[in-house]
């Protein structure tokens, strides 16, 4: 429930489009942007040196400004679906199987502690952690009820079951 709680930063959510077009993210999108740039700027160039009609250099810039818009991840109807999915955690968390579930959590936390038989502690990766501290306000605001566990920075001292446990054998 705690996954589903949390809010993508806009930031985040260019750099995760941009993962889902291209094999190198938001660098590869740099790089695109840059080409078109110099493409136009070589336009304009070949334009006053007289090489370039009016009409050549229009064209140009009306495919750039075409090429600069298909570049941007949010613009196919692929991105606008995953930005819905992103919009609507709970949503895309249910269509996930339990193997996706499971990647995800690996991807979100370095660890999760048990004391008995319950969750204690989950510590987030770096990344994840104010999302998931804010997801933690969210779930409690909206439940009125205590998270179970804490979401830590370091995680606690072991359980003196489980190493008096693992000791023993």
């Known amino acids: 429930a705690l996954v589903t709680r949390m809010c993508i930063p806009e930031k985040w959510r ?32 070949l334009y006053d040196r007289g090489h370039y009609t009016r009409d050549k250099l229009a064209r140009v810039e009306v495919e750039c400004r075409r090429q600069s818009r298909a570049i941007e991840p949010d613009a196919t109807p692929a991105g606008q679906d995953a930005l819905a999915l992103l919009d609507n955690l709970p949503a895309l968390w249910e269509a996930l199987t339990d193997e996706e579930q499971n990647n995800l959590y690996r991807i979100l936390l370095n660890g999760v502690y048990v004391r008995g038989k319950a969750i204690a502690e989950i ?4 990344p994840f952690q104010t999302l998931l501290e804010e997801a933690a306000r969210r779930l409690v605001g909206e439940t009125g009820a205590p998270l179970p566990y804490d979401v ?14 693992l000791e023993r054998t």
Request: a negative charge; proline letters at 8%.
């Open 14 to 45: 260019e750099r995760i489009l941009a993962y889902l077009h291209y094999d190198e993210g938001m660098a590869q999108v740099a790089y695109e942007r840059e080409s078109v740039r110099q493409r136009l700027q070589r336009a304009a160039e």
């Open 123 to 126: 510590e987030p990766q770096r």
């Open 152 to 165: 830590v920075d370091d995680p606690g001292a072991p359980d003196p079951e489980l190493v008096a446990l």
